[in-house]
């Protein structure tokens, strides 16, 4: 049971390259989410998915496109990098159950865009 | 939408001494407050978590208060440990509809030996 694991775990782009970061959950959870962290402001919500199928806006979500591909993964796309979006990229797995809305997040990916 | 403010961002303490961390919201719908603990080059794990119908919930060493009438709630860590030193981070969610979190900015914890 890896709980929540996320592919990269570093990467280097250059602007205007693109790329996928890799998402998946291993413990049953409807809701999928991913966050960046910058330092100094905490975790932003980029984009979420409430449960398989749909996907909404969070609060930075310009730049960036996710695709839930099932109920285990949650893909977020760099359509064409821009150093504004150096940061640590963090997906979480949780939450959308009547029981509980606790979160669990994977080790994240840090991302430099030169 | 939800604005979270956490303070002090940085917080030293002796071991064995306590630590407070306060966190306050704006949306008075929120009804889930968690508080994770994050380790260099680590994703955030969660350590204690209150709803809304609870006012104090303990778990050992760590405990969270919450105050619904003035929208803030507290982390406290007692008889503070070296590996108790990490950033701390409070957030803020519904129960109903958008269930993200909204995050605090965090406080650095540092227990001096």
């Known amino acids: 049971n890896a709980g929540v694991t996320q592919t990269p775990k570093f990467q280097v782009l250059k602007t205007g390259q693109s790329m996928t970061l890799q998402c998946a959950q291993d413990m049953n959870h409807n809701s999928m989410y991913w966050y960046r962290q910058d330092p100094g402001m905490g975790l932003r919500l980029i984009y979420y998915?409430?449960?398989?199928?749909?996907?909404d806006k969070g609060e930075v979500p310009n730049g960036y496109n996710v695709s839930r591909l099932n109920k285990r993964e949650f893909s977020l796309r760099l359509e064409s990098a821009a150093p504004s979006q150096t940061s640590v990229y963090f997906c979480?797995?949780?939450?959308?159950?009547?029981?509980?809305?606790?979160?669990?997040f994977g080790p994240g990916t840090r991302l430099t865009v030169l | 939408g939800e604005n979270v403010e956490q303070h002090p961002s940085t917080l030293s303490v002796q071991e064995g001494d306590s630590a407070v961390i306060k966190c306050t919201y704006s949306d008075s719908a929120s009804n889930y407050f968690p508080w994770y603990k994050q380790e260099l080059g680590k994703g955030p794990q969660l350590i204690i978590d209150?709803?809304?119908?609870?006012g104090e919930k303990k778990d050992q060493r760590i405990a969270v208060t919450l105050n619904k009438t003035a929208k803030h709630f507290s982390l406290h860590i007692t008889e503070t440990q070296p590996e108790d030193s990490a950033v701390y981070f409070c957030a803020a969610s519904r129960e109903t509809g958008r269930r993200a979190l909204t995050f605090g900015s965090g406080t650095r914890l540092q227990v001096q030996p």
């Open positions: 209150i709803r809304s119908n609870v």
């Open positions: 979480a797995g949780g939450g959308g159950i009547a029981s509980t809305d606790t979160q669990y």
């Open positions: 998915s409430a449960s398989e199928g749909t996907t």
